[in-house]
């Protein structure tokens, strides 16, 4: 079955630290993936989506991540993060021409910055 | 401000009772949108897909009879919970699909089965 990984439960970095955060998925296929945030007590937020074209993908709030095929990767970055940007941070996947439009979350990385 | 709205956002029922969930698209006619279960420290579930005019498609091991789901609009989906148990407490949250726009959650409801 599909699934999507992501590597860290949870992170704790201090402000101003660079974030990279894991994100694999198993499906052979193409498939189009997504970077979700959901701040305490907030609904999840799309912080970035790749659905083709140039790997490299710049969301909001300073946040990228490179798809890397070869490695059924989605990696999430920040070169310097933020208080603010406290919150979990959840990888999800759709899966192209299959079922359309059901994304398969990862179960989340938790990110806690340090002031 | 929000573009999917979803209410109530926190329900507390009687064991037995049953619960209906609300989710609007306020500004995208919606054809598809999605149900999720979220237990604690653990990742979003699809629950069903809700098909406007049509049934819902639900996920292996989600029981039809006990979640039902209506989408009789474009602008609306509501999942009914039945006879509602504690074991059913849990975070709900619908999302459409607006296309290109990607998915856009609502605030999610927590419901607490007593």
């Known amino acids: 079955a599909q699934s999507v990984s992501q590597h860290n439960h949870h992170v704790i970095l201090s402000e101003a630290a660079s974030l990279e955060l894991g994100c694999n998925y198993s499906?052979?296929?193409?498939?189009?993936l997504f970077w979700y945030v959901q701040y305490p007590g907030q609904h999840l937020q799309l912080l970035l989506k790749?659905?083709?074209?140039?790997?490299l993908v710049k969301g909001i709030k300073g946040f990228e991540a490179e798809f890397i095929k070869s490695k059924f990767s989605f990696n999430l970055r920040k070169p310097s993060v933020q208080w603010s940007d406290t919150a979990e941070y959840f990888c999800?996947?759709?899966?192209?021409?299959?079922?359309?439009?059901?994304?398969?979350f990862g179960k989340g990385t938790k990110l806690s910055v340090k002031p | 401000g929000a573009v999917v709205s979803q209410h109530p956002s926190w329900v507390i029922c009687k064991s037995g009772t049953s619960v209906k969930i609300e989710c609007r698209s306020l500004?995208?006619?919606?054809?598809?949108m999605f149900w999720y279960r979220q237990f604690p420290k653990q990742s979003l579930m699809l629950m069903a897909t809700?098909?406007?005019?049509?049934?819902?498609?639900?996920e292996q091991g989600v029981e039809k009879d006990k979640f039902l789901i209506n989408h009789a609009s474009l602008t609306l989906s509501t999942l009914t919970v039945t006879s509602a148990h504690p074991e059913d407490s849990s975070f709900y949250i619908c999302?459409?699909?607006?296309?290109?726009?990607?998915?856009?959650f609502g605030s999610g409801t927590r419901l607490t089965v007593v």
């Open positions: 499906y052979g296929g193409t498939v189009n």
């Open positions: 790749y659905f083709s074209g140039d790997p």
């Open positions: 999302s459409v699909d607006r296309g290109l726009r990607g998915y856009t």
């Open positions: 809700s098909n406007e005019g049509s049934k819902a498609t639900y």
């Open positions: 999800a996947v759709t899966l192209y021409g299959g079922s359309q439009g059901n994304l398969i």
């Open positions: 500004d995208f006619q919606a054809t598809t």
